[in-house]
């Protein structure tokens, strides 16, 4: 059984994308972690940056040069566009028959990517998504108010919406996530929960991986008091329009 999923392991190719926004401290921190992780894997990072002033692109320029522009790709955008664009435009360039979204920040650490490669093929899953809110899974280094924030958002998308997973912001990877874009219409944050839900509306098969969550690292979160509200404005337009 173990072989055989070395076999299939070898023959698909994971592509990776990172949107960026003024990640220069982290963004060579997790390509390093993801070549730890997937040293068996065939892969590709495909690294969408938004026009970031602190020189991120910079620093992706010199990783091409010591993985090679083969395994990271830099395709930068002019200036910030949103995040369900950046996916968007991340896949136009990916080569993968499967598809990883990750945050740069490191809140969704390198380390799980294999169990989400594993789970995928033991269940024959469409969608694999990273869950904080199953046995197993967790948060760390989040004060009470964003751990509130957080499950509140997921508790109320759950009950509005019956996705069918727990947790609707996390990381996942997908062989059908052209599909998927092609009938989201949001750009921001709210973005990856539209994903889930249409994926679930559309029947694909979702699995779930417990992971832990850690606050970021290195800069500031991006998630203030207008994305929250974006947030709601979403749910809202996906109660009515699915």
């Not at 098969?205 to 008091?225: A, C, M, N, Q, W």
Request: hydrophobic residues 40%; glycine residues 10%; contains cysteine.
């Amino acid at each position: 059984m173990e072989e055989k999923q070395q076999q299939k392991k070898k023959k698909n190719k994971y592509s990776i994308i990172v949107p960026t926004y003024n990640e220069r401290l982290n963004i060579a921190l997790i390509v390093y972690l993801i070549f730890k992780h997937l040293r068996e894997v065939d892969f590709e990072i495909i690294v969408v940056d938004d026009g970031s002033p602190d020189g991120t692109q910079d620093i992706v320029k010199q990783l091409q040069q010591v993985y090679g522009e083969d395994r990271i790709l830099l395709r930068a955008r002019p200036r910030k566009l949103g995040l369900g664009t950046a996916y968007s435009h991340g896949l136009k360039h990916a080569s993968g028959n499967f598809v990883v979204i990750m945050d740069a920040d490191l809140s969704h650490h390198p380390k799980y990517l294999p169990s989400f490669i594993r789970k995928q093929m033991e269940t024959g899953a469409s969608i694999v998504t990273g869950t904080r809110y199953v046995t197993g899974g967790g948060v760390h280094g989040w004060n009470l108010m964003r751990k509130l924030t957080s499950r509140g958002a997921n508790v109320l998308a759950q009950t509005l919406l019956w996705p069918g997973v727990s947790d609707l912001t996390g990381s996942f990877r997908r062989s059908v996530l052209e599909d998927v874009i092609n009938s989201c219409v949001s750009k921001g944050y709210v973005f990856q929960m539209e994903m889930i839900v249409r994926a679930s509306r559309k029947g694909y098969h979702i699995e779930e991986v417990p992971i832990t969550f850690v606050d970021r690292v290195y800069g500031s979160s991006k998630l203030g008091g207008s994305e929250i509200v974006e947030y709601l404005k979403g749910l809202a337009y996906l109660l009515v329009a699915t």
